[in-house]
């Protein structure tokens, strides 16, 4: 069974390891559309293909189609865009206070790779 541009474009999230209320907000819809156009509940509409398109680098063509690449570019680091998204949104005490859990994180982090597990 040929698989269908819905399905391809839970592929897509996947591949990116979103979970459908990011990805969905990516693409300026409702999570409770988004899930309707996984189930194959709603059509995907042009706009929403070409919003995929751009924002996570996907191929309209592999959309439409599912022929070649699933990506135009290698994989978007989408997890970077929303944390700078998130950070862009904060007012500048918070984004410091983020600035240095990232950093307190990073250092807990550093300390137990060199444990051995």
């Known amino acids: ?7 391809r474009i839970k592929a ?14 990516g693409i300026y819809c ?12 709603r059509k995907l509409n042009d706009r929403h293909i070409a919003l995929i398109v ?12 599912g022929k070649g690449e699933m990506f135009m570019e290698p ?3 989408v997890k970077f865009d929303l944390l700078a998204e998130v950070f862009n949104e904060l007012n ?15 250092k807990i982090q550093k300390k137990d790779s ?4």
């Open 1 to 7: 069974m040929e698989k269908s541009v819905n399905t």
């Open 12 to 25: 897509i999230r996947q591949a990116l390891k979103l979970n459908q209320r990011d990805f969905a907000k």
């Open 30 to 41: 409702s999570q409770s559309l988004y899930a309707a156009i996984e189930l194959e509940g």
């Open 54 to 65: 751009n924002k996570y680098k996907a191929s309209r063509e592999w959309i439409l189609t």
């Open 75 to 77: 994989l978007p680091d």
């Open 92 to 106: 500048e005490t918070f984004q410091d206070y983020l600035l240095l859990q990232a950093n307190e994180l990073l």
């Open 114 to 117: 060199g444990k051995k597990i």
